[in-house]
């Protein structure tokens, strides 16, 4: 009960009241006393000054002498405030050598008078006129001193008064206590309360704030230092209810990005207890989430690694294979939410890294044999010929130096090609797209390759399904691919074989043109392969028939600039078909004045 603040606040006003008027009764009854004795000194001294004392002197020499000044007393009674009615204050005359009582003005008193410090120092011959506060009396004592004779006058005062007057004033301090202890009951419970509901209140909502109920907001009752700290807090729910919004945003945001990010996280604690464990870590390792787990099980064969701290970017990384993947991992220390260490591992699949160079070393190898093969036959002829001059017949002269010629052209070719891929892998080769008729194009082209086919025995066929509509594209470009594709089916068909040759129109403003032989064929296993560049599955033979083996990848890339596709089916030893859909409708762009009807284009 009294660990309520309301309580509080009633103990500490009741004890402040109390404490206030015990203070104020105490200085009153010690401003009564000070006053009372001051009073009294004033009344001795206004009485006992040196021409009365004198006087005094000149009547102790009398035969009569106490009754003489006994007389002077007594008609200073009034100065002296000595009452005969109430004895509350008497003059005494005492003898001045051993302070004796010899009359006064209450005998009985003076029977039983008690010889006080100031009656001894009257003896000594000084005026003894020292008045304690803790004394139940006030006196006064003052040596008379003749010729022959000596006395002592002595004033004594009961303080009955001050007694008096001192119990009147405590008993209005009590009653005044006790008014002021009712006053402040009252005044207290009301303030308490006016204090204690504001933070009742505050005190219930900061409960529903933490069992996450933000909607109740706190009415502001007064402009005080109350309603300041109520429209603060009300601020503070607010301002932590978007806080919480917002971390519980950047949560989500995370849980997503663990989600759906292509590199695997696990998150492990200092112990080596799975914490976490995303859906690509999941399928990189080959293992689902099991908070049972521990890195020995995740990783098998992969050793914990030690003095994180101590290196410099502040990670380790480690290579790792496992079920045929190529995976490179990065561990990093991190801090849990129970306040410890833990070890965070990211993994970043680089299988398909590995494979790209291993690619990239075979092509380089490949474009070092396709370029070796035309250099080494052209040093070799030329060679013949700078050694043998005028010896060689001219027929073999000229042989000679048509085939240096042809190995120049082709290694021509093989630059053409390079470079062409080179511009479709950084996006800058120009594609000049205009409307064209590609009927015409593909008759243009058999045309040129009817007789060439003719002299080695292929029937060579072109068949329209129906009329093609026009298209907008790189003509050149299309007719690369189409001259490609059939130069393909012909170098690998045998003599005498069929090569046919038919084209039409798709739904969706889309074309097609199809090219089918009988020829060799091609291995299931190697038909993904095909247009990897300087891939041939018969290389012996395709060497010997000129090819390099980036026919095919520049023609899928210049299609897929197109916006088309090209597939290839075919079957070992009875032939291939291969298949090229392009759309008829690609945009053209706004031309300014001073452009040509044809532009570069680049992919999206």
Aim: glycine content about 6%; aromatic content about 8%.
């Amino acid at each position: 009960m009294f660990r309520s603040l309301h309580m509080k606040l009633v103990i500490i006003l009741v004890l402040l009241i109390m404490s206030v008027m015990l203070v104020v009764g105490t200085f009153l009854i010690s401003s009564v006393t000070s006053y009372n004795i001051d009073d009294f000194r004033q009344q001795m001294s206004s009485v006992f000054k040196t021409g009365f004392i004198k006087a005094l002197n000149e009547k102790a020499d009398q035969p009569d002498g106490a009754e003489q000044i006994k007389d002077v007393l007594m008609a200073y009674s009034g100065s002296l405030g000595i009452d005969s009615y109430r004895s509350y204050r008497n003059f005494y005359i005492l003898d001045g050598k051993t302070g004796d009582y010899i009359d006064g003005s209450n005998k009985a008193l003076g029977q039983t008078l008690e010889k006080t410090p100031n009656i001894l120092a009257a003896v000594a011959g000084k005026v003894g006129d020292k008045i304690s506060f803790i004394d139940s009396y006030m006196d006064v004592a003052v040596p008379v001193r003749g010729n022959s004779k000596s006395y002592i006058i002595y004033i004594k005062d009961s303080k009955q008064d001050l007694k008096d007057l001192t119990s009147m004033l405590l008993a209005i301090t009590l009653q005044a206590m006790l008014f002021g202890l009712i006053v402040a009951v009252l005044l207290s419970f009301f303030l308490s309360k006016t204090m204690t509901t504001p933070i009742e209140e505050l005190t219930k909502s900061a409960a529903l704030i933490a069992s996450g109920d933000f909607e109740k907001k706190l009415e502001v009752h007064s402009t005080d230092e109350i309603g300041i700290l109520t429209s603060t807090f009300n601020d503070m729910a607010q301002v932590l209810k978007d806080t919480l919004e917002e971390v519980e945003g950047e949560k989500n945001k995370l849980n997503t990005l663990f989600l759906h990010m292509a590199d695997g996280v696990a998150a492990f604690t200092k112990e080596g207890r799975l914490l976490h464990m995303n859906p690509a870590a999941q399928k990189m390792l080959g293992t689902e989430f099991d908070e049972n787990l521990t890195y020995k099980q995740v990783f098998c064969d992969l050793k914990v690694p030690a003095d994180l701290d101590a290196a410099e970017k502040g990670y380790l990384e480690s290579d790792y294979r496992k079920n045929g993947r190529y995976l490179k991992i990065f561990f990093a220390p991190f801090g849990i939410p129970d306040g410890g260490e833990g070890l965070m591992a990211v993994i970043h699949d680089i299988t398909e890294q590995r494979r790209l160079d291993e690619a990239q070393r075979e092509f380089v190898a490949n474009v070092s044999h396709e370029l070796r093969t035309p250099l080494t036959n052209i040093k070799s002829y030329t060679e013949t010929l700078l050694e043998n001059p005028g010896d060689i017949p001219p027929d073999t002269e000229t042989k000679f130096l048509s085939v240096i010629s042809g190995e120049a052209d082709r290694m021509m070719r093989i630059v053409k090609d390079l470079l062409t891929l080179s511009r479709l892998d950084y996006a800058r080769l120009d594609l000049r797209f205009s409307p064209f008729s590609l009927k015409v194009l593909i008759q243009n082209v058999y045309n040129a390759m009817l007789l060439e086919a003719s002299k080695n025995g292929y029937i060579f066929t072109l068949d329209f399904q129906d009329n093609l509509p026009d298209m907008v594209g790189d003509r050149e470009r299309i007719e690369q691919v189409i001259v490609n594709i059939i130069s393909n089916a012909l170098k690998y068909t045998p003599v005498g074989g069929t090569v046919a040759v038919s084209a039409g129109s798709l739904k969706e403003n889309k074309v097609f043109l199809k090219v089918k032989d009988n020829g060799i064929g091609i291995p299931k296993e190697d038909i993904p392969r095909l247009f990897e560049r300087f891939y041939r599955v018969d290389k012996a033979r395709s060497r010997e028939r000129g090819g390099t083996g980036l026919g095919l990848a520049i023609a899928k890339e210049i299609v897929e600039y197109h916006k088309g596709r090209i597939v290839i089916e075919s079957e070992l030893d009875r032939g291939t078909e291969v298949t090229v859909t392009l759309p008829t409708n690609l945009p053209l762009p706004q031309l300014d004045d001073n452009q040509q009807d044809s532009f570069p284009v680049k992919p999206e």
